[in-house]
């Protein structure tokens, strides 16, 4: 493990917490398994080196823009996936 920022810990508690409280909510679409999964993946992102971290700023940008105007619930099955479909061929670019 590398030397732990102390900003970068408070950001990973912060959203650690939030990701927790959507879990724990009544009705919550997240299950418990879902919520650790992110959770680990924060873990993990606190341990890599900054130096290291590769600039996802496009892609982030472009993630936004696919879904910041999008309301999810009236898409059709279709709509759905195929829109999923295109946010994973983002993520793994």
Known sequence: ???????????ALRDIGEIAAV?????????GQEALQIIA???????????ERADCS???HGL???????????????EATRLFS???QVLRS
Do not use: K, Y
Request: glycine share 4%; charged share 30%.
């Open 23 to 31: 879990a724990m909510l009544d009705g919550s679409q997240m299950s």
């Open 41 to 51: 993946a924060i873990d993990e992102w606190v341990d890599e080196d900054p130096l």
């Open 64 to 78: 936004h823009a696919m879904t910041a105007t999008t309301d999810f619930e009236p898409l059709s099955d279709g």
């Open 58 to 60: 496009d892609r982030i």
């Open 1 to 11: 493990m590398t030397q732990l920022d102390p900003n970068t810990c408070r950001r």
């Open 86 to 88: 295109e946010v994973r």
